[in-house]
């Protein structure tokens, strides 16, 4: 068991503020990291030590494991945090911590290596008989080799990045005139947001519900689950609407869900933070998807429905402490929803924004979280991802849930960049959201327009 002196945020924005705030709750002292562009960013500016560490372009800096390590050794820190996103799921970055005995929070180099990587995590579940999407055995090599197994897998499928996640390096081909394009431009993003090209293949699912489980799992072999979440509502494959508890699928569905998640856990002796990501089909078939070996963006609504601070945990666990809790102590109370709030233009064919904030009111009142690194006079940079802000309503039922949210976005106010906070109004009041009838392709091309124009049906 170690106690940590000081922790190295290797991580920018909202996620980089959120857990220095845990970090000073617990009495540690923080580390931040920013590029050149970054240098006067929330997240430095709250630390008790910032260095820079490389250049604007991400692969310089964020993505830089010797300069991060460098970082860390020079300031001293005995820990580092990934975040999400960047070198949070690397697991040659979590080794290269393991050899310079800096404490990685998360799971070992070894686990991530098994779960963080898609492909292999799939191999694992299926040997579990655990069911997984159809797909290709592992990462496929070349263009030719990926056009042969999507062909053998039937159209539609989806490409996917076999490293991270945020929707970064997947692309859905509905047919083989549209693939090469597809193959190619996946790779290439996959490799600029996470430093690995490796991609896959799977059958695309159609209209399923978008479900994933919560785990904290600490070093002494003790797993519990913080319930689910659905993240149905996404564009693009990237999340935009979260909440939690799933109330969409049956109870005795979602216990099924937890109890395999719980068994993948151990079965691969996971430790630390993790979630687990179903697709679950209109007939109530389970689909695993994969594991996210890091604390997920959508994790305040999980932390507000069981009052656990997940950051916290995570230290906790990396610490080498035991889960003060057991399943049995842990209740759910009330729901929880997560509205992302990105710079760009949703009037506009979502073009993204940047530039100086000219003036910022921020939500408050009963039942609203806001997680955040912005402030008036911030100036939004094209360089990084879009997200600015996270709005997490809390209510009793979903209805009042939904009704705080509303009033939340409402009270926002954002000047000098474009937002999507009236898109997120939007399809919080139309009826199918409202009736919680709705699958992953809620936001298809001819919705979103739909929804824009006001004209939902």
Do not use: W
Request: charge should be negative.
């Amino acid at each position: 068991m170690r106690k940590f002196n000081k922790v190295l945020v290797a991580n920018r924005g909202e996620i980089a503020v959120r857990i220095i705030r845990t970090l000073k709750d617990m009495g540690i002292k923080s580390v931040a990291i920013f590029s050149d562009v970054d240098r006067e960013s929330l997240h430095t500016r709250i630390a008790d030590e910032s260095i820079c560490i490389g250049p604007r372009n991400a692969k310089e800096s964020y993505l830089n494991k010797v300069q991060i390590l460098n970082a860390a050794i020079v300031t001293g820190a005995d820990a580092i945090h990934p975040g999400f996103g960047f070198l949070s799921e690397n697991s040659s970055f979590a080794k290269m911590c393991e050899i310079y005995n800096i404490k990685f929070i998360g799971p070992t180099s070894k686990v991530m290596e098994k779960m963080g990587n898609k492909d292999i995590s799939k191999k694992i579940m299926k040997e579990a008989g655990i069911p997984v999407v159809p797909g290709s055995d592992g990462v496929v090599d070349s263009l030719e080799a990926a056009k042969v197994e999507a062909r053998n897998i039937g159209y539609p499928v989806i490409i996917k990045a076999r490293s991270g996640g945020g929707g970064k390096g997947m692309r859905v081909v509905k047919d083989e005139g549209d693939f090469n394009l597809s193959f190619q431009s996946a790779k290439k993003e996959a490799e600029n947001a996470f430093g690995d090209g490796g991609l896959y293949i799977e059958k695309y699912i159609e209209s399923p519900r978008h479900i994933e489980v919560q785990i904290l799992a600490d070093e002494l072999g003790n797993v519990v689950h913080l319930s689910g979440r659905d993240c149905t509502i996404q564009m693009n494959h990237q999340k935009v609407i979260e909440e939690a508890p799933p109330t969409a699928i049956s109870q005795a569905l979602l216990e099924e869900l937890y109890d395999i998640s719980i068994r993948a856990a151990k079965a691969v002796g996971y430790t630390n933070a993790g979630t687990i990501e179903y697709l679950v089909s209109s007939d109530g078939k389970i689909y695993f998807m994969e594991m996210n070996t890091r604390i997920q963006v959508e994790h305040p609504v999980t932390e507000m429905i069981t009052g656990i601070d997940i950051v916290k945990e995570q230290i906790n666990i990396a610490s080498g402490n035991k889960l003060e809790f057991t399943q049995e102590d842990i209740k759910i109370k009330g729901h929880s929803l997560e509205c992302r709030i990105n710079a760009y233009d949703s009037e506009n064919g979502f073009l993204p924004s940047s530039g100086v904030i000219e003036a910022l009111n921020l939500p408050g009142g009963y039942g609203v979280r806001i997680d955040s690194s912005i402030y008036q006079g911030y100036n939004v940079l094209p360089f990084y991802d879009s997200m600015l802000a996270k709005i997490i309503s809390f209510g009793k039922d979903r209805e009042d849930s939904i009704n705080i949210m509303l009033r939340a976005l409402d009270e926002f106010v954002i000047e000098g960049v474009k937002t999507n906070i009236n898109f997120n109004k939007k399809i919080l009041t139309d009826k199918n959201f409202l009736s919680n009838d709705f699958s992953t392709n809620f936001l298809s091309d001819d919705r979103i327009e739909s929804i824009i124009g006001g004209g939902v049906d």
